[in-house]
């Protein structure tokens, strides 16, 4: 238990901040594609060496990289957009990385990639998880405001430094690690909740980029923290204990949040209609 929260700690804190960009990009489905596109590098490095956690995470950020390099170069050699360049890739590379794993392993080996293992987390898979984490921040750090003013205008950055996608660049680099290393935590399919759904919990209680980054990190590491604690005492699965714990953070936010949550809107628009009821005819 105490490896599973290092572990899901140090995810949370690094995968939150991602989703926060990734939500101001309006791209918030593209963690959802890139984490099916590392699942066939996966299954090459589970087939070539077995269960070994850095043969699956070198081809699972391998496969990540390339799925997303060509998903940019067709939306920008054809009409099609990234966002559905995106889910076309990562449809087949889910398809091809489920049929890879059930060649060669069992249908609990295709179990242990699909959704994890936090409760069997062992040194290596810690080790690859905090140091991802810490990478992630500190290069999060360095590029924050190109990154910032990359996500709200695009063409202003390219055309003020010659170079801004650059960061968006380094920034799918850091996307893929993150979901490489967080795959053996809470799965391929798993990693992208403790991702997006603090986040978007994190839009509804403050306004600024750098507070809903250190909001989202914390909502996460809450979220770890209870479905652990349900997992243990409930005696149900704890990677979708925690995923759910999330779903129950974002869902208050979404009521209760003073940043345009429902109970909030509710109350401008009664405010509204006695305002307009005062107004003399």
Same mark, same amino acid.
């Given at each position: 238990?105490?490896?599973?929260?290092? *572990?899901?700690?140090?995810?949370?804190?690094?995968?939150?901040?991602?989703?926060?960009?990734?939500? =101001?990009?309006?791209?918030?489905?593209?963690?959802?594609?890139?984490?099916?596109?590392?699942?066939?590098?996966?299954?090459? *490095?589970?087939?070539?060496?077995?269960?070994?956690?850095?043969?699956?995470?070198?081809?699972?950020?391998?496969?990540?990289? =390339?799925?997303?390099?060509?998903?940019?170069?067709?939306?920008?050699?054809?009409?099609?957009?990234?966002?559905?360049?995106?889910?076309?890739?990562?449809?087949?590379?889910?398809?091809?990385?489920?049929? =890879?794993?059930?060649?060669?392993?069992?249908?609990?080996?295709?179990?242990?990639?699909?959704?994890?293992?936090?409760?069997?987390?062992?040194?290596?898979?810690?080790?690859?998880?905090?140091?991802?984490?810490?990478?992630?921040?500190?290069?999060?750090?360095?590029?924050?405001?190109?990154?910032?003013?990359?996500?709200?205008?695009?063409?202003?950055?390219?055309?003020?430094?010659?170079?801004?996608?650059?960061?968006? =660049?380094?920034?799918?680099?850091?996307?893929?690690?993150?979901?490489?290393?967080?795959?053996?935590?809470?799965?391929?399919?798993?990693?992208?909740?403790?991702?997006?759904?603090?986040?978007?919990?994190?839009?509804?209680?403050?306004?600024?980029?750098?507070?809903?980054?250190?909001?989202?990190?914390?909502?996460?590491?809450?979220?770890?923290?209870?479905?652990?604690?349900?997992?243990?005492?409930?005696?149900?699965?704890?990677?979708?204990?925690?995923?759910?714990?999330?779903?129950?953070?974002?869902?208050?936010?979404?009521?209760?949040?003073?940043?345009?949550?429902?109970?909030?809107?509710?109350?401008?628009?009664?405010?509204?209609?006695?305002?307009?009821?005062?107004?003399?005819?």
């Amino acid at each position: 238990m105490r490896r599973a929260l290092a *572990g899901s700690f140090s995810l949370a804190f690094a995968a939150g901040p991602l989703g926060v960009f990734l939500i =101001l990009r309006r791209v918030s489905l593209m963690a959802d594609a890139m984490a099916h596109a590392i699942l066939p590098g996966v299954a090459v *490095g589970f087939m070539v060496a077995g269960l070994s956690l850095w043969a699956m995470a070198l081809g699972g950020v391998v496969t990540g990289l =390339l799925v997303a390099g060509l998903a940019g170069l067709v939306s920008r050699l054809t009409p099609q957009r990234e966002d559905a360049s995106f889910a076309a890739f990562h449809l087949v590379s889910l398809g091809l990385g489920v049929l =890879l794993v059930s060649l060669r392993g069992s249908n609990m080996d295709l179990i242990h990639v699909l959704f994890g293992s936090v409760l069997g987390l062992d040194d290596n898979a810690l080790l690859l998880v905090t140091v991802t984490a810490s990478v992630t921040l500190i290069v999060l750090a360095l590029i924050f405001r190109a990154l910032v003013a990359e996500c709200l205008d695009p063409g202003f950055l390219r055309a003020e430094r010659g170079h801004g996608s650059i960061s968006y =660049l380094v920034f799918l680099f850091l996307l893929v690690l993150t979901l490489v290393s967080g795959f053996q935590v809470l799965g391929t399919l798993m990693v992208v909740g403790i991702m997006m759904l603090p986040a978007a919990a994190a839009r509804f209680w403050v306004r600024s980029v750098g507070a809903q980054m250190i909001f989202s990190g914390c909502v996460g590491a809450a979220s770890a923290y209870v479905g652990l604690l349900v997992s243990y005492y409930v005696n149900v699965p704890a990677s979708a204990a925690i995923i759910l714990s999330a779903g129950l953070f974002y869902f208050v936010s979404l009521c209760a949040g003073p940043q345009g949550g429902l109970l909030q809107a509710a109350r401008q628009a009664r405010a509204r209609r006695r305002h307009m009821a005062s107004i003399p005819n």
